[in-house]
């Protein structure tokens, strides 16, 4: 994504390498699923096995990744309401 005029900072911060929705949805989606595995789960259960799959035993990188997500899922919003994601790959042609 090419920064120009009409596109807020914000915006081009959090897509400045990705051209297509479709790489957008990517981004959102594995930020979702890591903020859930930052989850600090071996507070919840007491397996050893989570334990050992999950392990994060605090709350600070969820509180990271929680608005990171939420950033870049408003970012895609105002892609999709103010420019489209045509723009975006075609201004880079």
Known sequence: M??????PLWVFLA???IETRR????LIW???????YC??????????????LFLIDD???FAMMLPM???YWLSMKWVDKNRGWDLVTSAEK
Not at 23 to 26: E, Q, V
Not at 30 to 36: D, G, K, P, Q, R
């Open 69 to 71: 997500t939420l950033w």
């Open 39 to 52: 989850v600090p789960w071996v507070f919840y259960y007491d397996n050893p096995w989570i334990a050992k």
């Open 59 to 61: 709350w600070e990188w």
């Open 2 to 7: 090419q920064k120009d005029n009409n596109i």
């Open 23 to 26: 790489g957008a949805l990517i």
């Open 15 to 17: 897509f400045s390498s």
């Open 30 to 36: 594995s930020s979702l699923l890591f903020s859930i």
